[in-house]
């Protein structure tokens, strides 16, 4: 029946629309720093069935085809795509970009995770009023562990495998601190809150800690920020072909309108 139609490409249109949600935030994040771009991914509904395959026919046969029809889709999840972005010189002192796999892990409010930790990409690091390094972000989350610049620091220095060096005006050079990092046995079931910020959860695993460099995580590039994976193109093409498959759909519920009066009238 053209019921089943409708109800099919009202689905589409409604997992549609959560693709160009996707779609349109990923393009409007292509300047941020350390962004992960997203991708939909579907899956069709239960299929009805009007004949099961196998089933043995008027000449003793079996039939070898059934009569299955679908009842349209849903959004079954939406994945992380964790490659890596571009990495973009930066004049920041304290700015870095892991070259590889990894996470820097900042101290968020107890309430957006159990442990009081994030974990993010972005490195636009600076420093708060105490002198400690932060995210360059609207809350400023703490690097954890904590760093904290000396006063009388002329320039700063942060080695490949993170550890952070403090030159004073005589020239004298020291380390302060030691960047780690953290990875996770699957970092798409990472939960995004905003902010360039991830929180661990039971999909993504416990994390993983290392130092930049050890086996399984990558290197700093100190003075170099990652930029966002986004892809103008590949978005841009999903975009249209999500446009159409739209268009599509609603031209599908209009000629099942027509079919539904089409029945109603012979009714009558």
Known sequence: MAISALHSAASGLSSLSTSLDVISNNLANMNTVGFKASRVNFEDLLYEQKAQPGVQNEESGFRPHGIQVGLGTRVSGTSIEFTQGDRIEDPNPYSMAINGEGFFRVQILSGLSEDGFGYTRAGNFSTNADGELVLGTTSGPRLDPPINIPDGTTTTRISE??????VSGDGTEQQIGQVELYNFANPSGLTQIGGNIYVEGVASGPNIPGNPGDISFGR?????????NVTPTTELVTLITTQRAFEMNS??????????KVISNLKQ
């Open 220 to 228: 700093i590039q100190h003075k170099f920020l990652e930029s966002s």
């Open 161 to 166: 495998t993170g550890g952070v060096y403090a």
């Open 251 to 260: 031209q599908t519920i209009k000629a099942a309108d027509e079919t539904l």
